[in-house]
T-cell receptor
């Protein structure tokens, strides 16, 4: 049982490039979410999903897209990277909508130059 | 809008010196208050959930308490391995949304 896994662990992008951050969980959790963590700020919710085929925006969704085609996977896409998207990105999951005990992945550290 | 404020921002303790971390919050429809521990370079690790004022939870040297406006994480006789950033979050609404505080960085010197 690997829990929540994220790839890559580190990534450097140039402004304007696109990429996808991968997230997978093997706990059969319905709820998955993406956060970003910046120095001096709390974790901020980007997008979340309450089940396969259902996604919604969080607090800071601009510049990011998500999709949820399976229960296990929840990729985060950066369409055209900007320096303001330099951050550490965490994926999290919980058993179902309405439960709040969330399990976090190890994070992806992204730098946009 | 839900808000979570943690204080102090950083705390340095001597091994064995007990103290408390504070988390004050404003939220409409509290579904739970959560404490997480985060080690450098890693994702947050769940510690406690508190649902109602007066509730307490304990785990080893940590005890979390909850009132209607704030939560405390008490650390009794801390050890260097307790050094980490402690995050507080509130859950509200039906969509499992969590609002996090900025965290408290705890350093315990041997």
């Amino acid at each position: 049982n690997a829990g929540v896994t994220q790839t890559p662990k580190f990534q450097v992008l140039k402004t304007g490039q696109s990429m996808t951050l991968q997230c997978a969980q093997d706990m059969n959790h319905e709820y998955m979410s993406w956060y970003r963590q910046d120095p001096g700020m709390g974790l901020r919710l980007i997008h979340y999903s309450v089940g396969a085929g259902i996604t919604d925006q969080g607090e800071v969704p601009n510049g990011y897209n998500v999709s949820r085609s399976t229960t296990e996977d929840f990729p985060l896409r950066l369409l055209s990277a900007a320096p303001s998207q330099t951050s550490v990105y965490f994926c999290a999951s919980s058993h179902r909508q309405g439960t709040y005990e969330q399990y976090f992945g190890p994070g992806t550290r992204l730098t946009v130059t | 809008e839900d808000q979570v404020t943690q204080s102090p921002e950083a705390l340095r303790l001597q091994e064995g010196e007990s103290s408390s971390l504070n988390c004050s919050y404003t939220v409409s429809g509290l579904r739970g208050l959560f404490w997480y521990r985060q080690d450098p370079g890693k994702g947050p690790e769940f510690l406690f959930t508190l649902y109602s004022a007066g509730e307490e939870k304990e785990k080893e040297r940590l005890k979390a308490t909850l009132t209607k406006k704030e939560s405390f994480l008490h650390i009794t006789a801390p050890k260097p391995e307790d050094s980490a950033t402690y995050l507080c979050a509130v859950g509200s609404g039906a969509n499992s949304k969590l609002t996090f505080g900025k965290g408290i960085t705890l350093s315990v010197r041997p």
